[in-house]
């Protein structure tokens, strides 16, 4: 008897659990009273650092939650992630701020796309899986300063 297939057989097993859970979890729609926005303006110190802000408001989560942002210039399938903040989902309006740099190129000064997500480690299964909360996308002005 071959012990090499057991190993692959558990694998496989652990993933087709962990597929379905995860599924659901990150398919999952945001209900219509829970929102996140981006400021039409951002950012750019003279050291490089981007901060984008803006306004959320969510309800119900049972793990942490976090409003994190990215931006993106000139190719729109390339985006950088622009830091993240603890979320607060008591169901009022709450506003964000996040900060970082750019990791692989400097951003410009003038039209960026942005975004913002509130998402929440959501305990399932003894995992901690993404439920998205609220998303927006939109284009900003990226101003020095």
Known sequence: MSIRPAPGLAAGAALFLLAAPATSAASATADPYETVTVDPTGHIASDG???LSGT???LGNTGP???SSSVGQDDPNVRQGIGG???LCDGQEHRWENSGKPSTKALDAGTASAEATVVELHPQG???LPRFHAVDRRDITLARG
């Open 85 to 87: 903040t603890s979320a």
């Open 49 to 51: 650092t981007v901060t």
């Open 65 to 67: 939650a976090f409003v």
């Open 126 to 128: 003894g995992l901690p």
């Open 56 to 58: 959320y408001r969510c």
